[in-house]
């Protein structure tokens, strides 16, 4: 459907994604952390729906915000596990 | 400064659709609001690449077309007080009253606890369906879907039209229960269709019945799982792991609002009558909040709502359609009920609190969930409870607490824009 590419950057590294996929779906192509548990374990999407939680990056400055939710922007700004 | 609508609903699964459309066709002024960035809800989420289910684009454009429609995606309600609620989006707070309320918020997947759960790679069955949609990448990934009912069927059929390579799908009901649940269909020609082209579509996917998975392993993410059948104890390397246990009402506004609730099973519902109106004046309910029914209740039930909302009478036939599409939530219900031993795979070292990483065993010594929050801080993190909560319940450890605002986890500055009493004195509809 909507296969034009845009520029992502995922903790400082550019990446070229299709427009309209989630935050989360980007992270996951970059094959990069989401976040650490309070007990410093590897977390990652887990309800794809904005219900867990478990997926929170910061994005454009704003922390905490859900990957599932969020559509990537053209020069987005992704910081993950931070 | 507060907008009003006559209209306010909170939703844009087919609930919220179809009293959006049932609503604006009655000359109302409409504000809807849904969480995610498009209309859809979970059934009919925009897939990034397939776009959305024809028969939902074509409603969903007329909806948002419609001159006295205000779309508001991306938006949560945050609190409620008298007719306002407080929204919030990534950057703003907004008020908005209504003259009548309609909540259409829908199910969240039951997600229970067991070995390995945590681990990247495992989520919930229709989880993976939405990250799929959302562009999650799946080509050539090993894919086990696992859990409870036709939702299995919906996420394997997603999976594989994502690339994935879906190892099988894993049932806990017994071949009994899903042979008789599949006799039942007929009744139901739109289910029977749906479950012969799912069938068809996922031929070559080996499908097992009365299994569960016990344990998922890995280091820092999935990779093999133990999955407990009638023929013994199956190690399979896999990628991803989705399981769901069926859905569950999201009641947190309805409860937040005061509407009354009436319990099945472990979980709470909102009760309403033939006319989609909640015990609270002026909120009427719609769909999977209302007891879980499928997309075709959900419809109905927001139609329903929409025309009652602006003071139309419902026409027999529509209740009729209505009671005939709620009859099948009971048949899944019956023949899809869980295992008991699916209530105990977490071990006393599971973690149950993905928030806050507290462990089963240390929530031994309390009976409630009010007293294992304050000292253990098990549901006290940023999801607030939605997913140890429900697991808890279905467990048998507590009863589900009450809901306060905020709803979610809000910005300061979004509290501050609470409504307070002088603001509504003078205020001109």
Redesign the interface.
Known sequence: ??TALIRIEIDGQALD??N???V???I??AQR??RR???G??????????????C?VRIDG?A??RA????VREGMQVMTDD | MTERYDVVIVGAGPAGIAAADAALARGARVAWIDAQANGGGQVWRKDSEHGWPRRAQSIIARVLRHSSMTWMPQTEVIAAERDELLLQNTHNARRVAYNALILATGARELLLPFPGWTLPGVTGAGALQALAKQGWPLAGRRVVIAGAGPLLWAAAATAQRHGARVLGIYEQAGAKAVHDFARTLWRWPGKAVQAAVLRTQLADVPYRYGCAVRRAMGDDALQTIEVDGPHGVERIECDQLAVGYGLIPNTELAHMLGCALKLEGAHPYVAVDAMQRSSIANVYAAGELCGIGGRDTAWLEGRIAGLAATGATIDASLQRQHRHARAFATALRTHFALDPRIRNLATPDTLICRCEDVSLQTLNNYTDARSAKLATRCGMGACQGRVCGAALAELGRFARSGHRPPLFPARLATLGDLPTPSEHQGFIA
Do not use: D, H, K, L
């Not at chain 1, 599932?68 to 559509?71: D, P, S």
């Open positions: 459907m909507n994604v299709p309209g996929i989630s989360a779906a980007a996951a192509r952390p989401f548990s309070v007990s374990q590897v977390r990652a999407p887990f309800c794809g729906m904005g219900i867990c939680f478990e929170r704003i905490q915000q599932c939710m969020a559509t």
